[in-house]
């Protein structure tokens, strides 16, 4: 029991340090908050003090004479104490702001710079919510938490030092109380914080659910799964409520015990108190102030429950975080990694393996060299891991074994940016953001003219369509381009990679569903874009394969035949088979 303690309290001091280390740009403000924290909580401490000294010296002499000016000063304090306090808040809450919005950009930048495979495993809302309401938990911690924190803290104390200059044995009394609340807080510690890290946990997991289902809702419309995505959202749902409820009945819970506390202490009082001062050990004054900082104790040992809390969950909301910023990416750059001279775009690639994590291999071995400006058709069953081989190329992943080389060097060599600028790539699903087809086009290169971006959209085949349109290239598309054809996007994303002119082109089954007219234009467009630069193409369509300059099959992860059309086409291999089929279908097409 004893041992796990001591390491979760351990761990959550680490995170908490590391937490404030992101305050160090702000350290001289930091400082000043300090000084001010202190100078306030010292002022709200003389307040009892004033009305002792009225009490003692004047109300009990019937003097009244010196009244006015010791009320004046009651005034003053008060004014002056909460004007502080006030600036105080101000003052934090602009550190923490600014200490949240350094954090949120740091991890968005990391995250920026993971490589795809943690995004394979990683869902996109539980990121999301780390990112912005992960990090607003944690502005609490430097604001709001440590303010209080710490004035309760410098209030405890305090008052400890002035009752017992005071009265010895009320310091004494005052201490006795001391443990029973460090008991009750620490006991209620152990109990809220696994209950509120599941609690962060659940509500990631139901942002996660919920981004899912609107990213897909055609799918989940098509299939009319609405009732069962309900249910499963339902059940999430259900889950954090309970929980939210749980917390929040385990910090009830511990109040009673507090108000407990706070009786046992007002009691305690009034009997020594009241001996003391029978004995006259003690004045009235001195008891009534003693009884007003009891007051000021209530305020910490309550405020310490939800205190704690927010403490714990900005804990465990920083070790979210920082489990994120420390994973590292599996695609590193090397330290003196270089920018890619001009390359003509030779690719070797030299007894590659890759397997993904946890799976067994899925290419094996594979010796291809592609020469500059040459275009290559890969083709292969569903599933043969052609899509995986071109993501080796930009480094999406790194092979398990052997190498890539550009131009004869390893591409682990450069810069990852650098090496991804000069391969254009367009995926089998393309990727639109919302905004004009002109920004779409210019994502890579967003300074181009309207000339430049014209004339990619010409060589993409897409600039006729795109002109037709009424607003041409100010045509807003919709998130993800959902108002414009499989085809459509395509012909776009070419264009976008075009205007780059990266001297390396791949393109992951462009045509896959698209229609015969649009195949077409596809086909003209790839031809255009393929023109002196290294092309590789992963299709099945007998023009694809016709144009290429060799063909490469990918079987189960092997490479079974590498060669120009008419030499596979003598083999009897996949690649007959798969062309006579085709050709074949084909003919009888032409023939209806
Ligand atoms: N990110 C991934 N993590 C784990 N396995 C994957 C991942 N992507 C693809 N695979 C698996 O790798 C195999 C090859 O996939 P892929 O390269 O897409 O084949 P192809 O493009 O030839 O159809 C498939 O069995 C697929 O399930
Ligand atoms: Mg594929």
Same mark, same amino acid.
């Given at each position: ?30 400082? =000043?908050?300090? +000084? ?47 004007? =502080? ?34 995004? /394979? ?47 010895? +044995? ?70 954090? &409520? ?59 040992? &309550? ?94 992943? /790194? ?16 810069? +990852?940016?650098?090496? &991804? ?25 967003? =300074? ?34 959902? &108002? ?42 790839? =031809? ?30 092997? +490479? ?33």
């Amino acid at each position: 029991m004893a041992q796990p303690n001591t390491t979760e309290k351990k761990d959550t001091l680490k995170i908490i340090w590391r937490l404030f280390s992101f305050l160090k740009p702000y350290s001289l403000l930091v400082g =000043l908050a300090f +000084l001010l924290l202190i100078v306030s909580t010292l002022l709200s401490l003389v307040t009892p003090i004033i009305t002792k000294t009225a009490i003692d010296k004047y109300i009990l002499c019937y003097n009244f004479s010196g009244l006015p000016k010791i009320a004046l000063l009651l005034l003053l304090v008060t004014v002056f104490q909460s004007v =502080l306090s006030s600036f105080l808040r101000v003052l934090t809450e602009y550190i923490s702001q600014n200490t949240v919005h350094y954090l949120r950009k740091t991890l968005y930048e990391h995250l920026n710079n993971l490589s795809i495979g943690f995004f /394979d495993w990683s869902k996109t809302g539980e990121l999301m919510a780390r990112i912005t309401s992960d990090t607003s938990l944690v502005g609490r911690l430097y604001g709001f938490a440590s303010i209080n924190m710490l004035v309760n803290f410098l209030t405890l104390i305090g008052i400890f030092v002035v009752v017992t200059i005071w009265q010895p +044995l009320l310091g004494l009394l005052y201490l006795a109380l001391l443990p029973f609340v460090y008991l009750a807080m620490k006991a209620y510690a152990l109990k809220v914080r696994p209950l509120w890290r599941k609690n962060r946990e659940a509500s990631g997991e139901i942002t996660a659910l919920m981004q899912e289902v609107i990213t897909s809702i055609r799918v989940v419309k098509l299939f009319g799964k609405e009732n069962a995505e309900l249910e499963r959202f339902g059940a999430k749902n259900i889950e954090v &409520r309970d929980l939210l409820i749980d917390t929040s009945r385990t910090s009830s819970f511990w109040m009673p015990y507090v108000g407990f506390l706070t009786s046992v202490a007002s009691a305690l009082v009034l009997l020594i108190g009241g001996f003391l001062v029978i004995d006259n050990k003690l004045t009235i004054g001195t008891l009534i102030a003693y009884t007003s900082y009891l007051g000021y104790l209530a305020r910490p040992i &309550r405020q310490s429950g939800f205190l704690i809390n927010m403490i714990q969950s900005s804990a465990s909301a920083g070790e979210r975080i920082f489990e994120l910023l420390d994973t590292v990416s599996k695609v590193e750059e090397k330290a003196d990694a270089k920018e890619v001279p001009s390359v003509k775009g030779k690719l070797s690639f030299i007894n590659v393996s890759f397997a993904y994590p946890n799976t067994k291999l899925l290419l094996k071995n594979i010796n291809l060299e592609i020469e500059a400006g040459e275009t290559l058709a890969l083709v292969g069953p569903t599933g043969a891991g052609k899509s995986t081989l071109i993501s080796l190329i930009p480094r999406f992943y /790194d092979p398990s074994q052997g190498e890539i080389r550009l131009d004869d060097v390893n591409i682990k060599e450069y810069k +990852l940016k650098s090496l &991804r600028q000069k391969i254009g790539f367009v995926l089998q699903e393309t990727f639109l953001f919302d905004g004009t087809i002109f920004d779409n086009i210019a994502y890579g290169k967003p =300074l181009s003219t309207l000339e430049e971006v014209k004339s990619v959209a010409k060589a993409a085949e897409i600039a006729d369509f795109i002109e037709s349109l009424p607003k041409g290239y100010d045509t807003e598309i919709g998130e993800r381009g959902v &108002r414009l054809s499989g085809g459509q996007r395509q012909r776009i994303a070419i264009a976008r990679v075009l205007l780059v002119n990266p001297p390396i082109l791949v393109l992951d089954e462009p045509t896959a569903n698209i229609d015969a007219g649009t195949e077409a234009k596809m086909e003209k467009a790839i =031809l255009n874009v393929s023109k002196n630069r290294t092309t590789i193409v992963i299709a099945h369509r007998l023009w694809a394969l016709k144009n290429a300059d060799r063909i490469a099959v990918l079987e189960n992860g092997k +490479l079974t035949q590498v060669g120009t059309h008419q030499e596979l086409y003598q083999l009897d291999g996949f690649y007959a088979k798969a062309y006579k089929e085709q050709a074949l279908d084909f003919s009888r097409e032409e023939e209806i």
